[in-house]
């Protein structure tokens, strides 16, 4: 007698698929925002849902609003800092100095380069 797989186009850990009778989607509502380089991003929500007023754009990161005519600017006016940059706001030049010298005292400490 010939192997023959009864149920065909299935795979296994298959579950029938569910008759649309049986559930309902939620109401929902699209949403469209706006960015400073005019990407336009449309997002699904529940209509009982409170819309927020700003949205991340996800093509350029840049935040989003409601009015097409007037996007929001920038979340962060300032440039990005640098981790040099926060160390230099924290200490001083003399501090800096006086750190580092501490720091290659110990490193020839431990290499016995004394």
Do not use: F
């Not at 935040?63 to 600017?73: E, H, L, Q, Y």
């Not at 800092?81 to 110990?106: F, M, N, P, Q």
């Amino acid at each position: 007698m010939p192997s023959v797989n009864i149920i065909r186009g299935a795979r296994v850990g298959s579950a029938p698929e569910r008759p649309a009778e049986r559930y309902q989607l939620a109401p929902r509502r699209a949403v469209t925002y706006w960015c400073r380089n005019g990407h336009a991003t449309q997002i699904r929500m529940a209509s009982d849902a409170d819309v927020p007023a700003l949205w991340d754009c996800p093509r350029c990161g840049l935040p989003a609003g409601r009015d097409a005519d007037n996007p929001p600017g920038r979340a962060r006016p300032e440039p990005y800092k640098t981790h040099l940059a926060y160390v230099k706001e924290r200490r001083s030049d003399a501090e800096g100095e006086a750190i580092l010298a501490e720091a290659l005292a110990a490193l020839r400490r431990r290499r016995g380069r004394d």
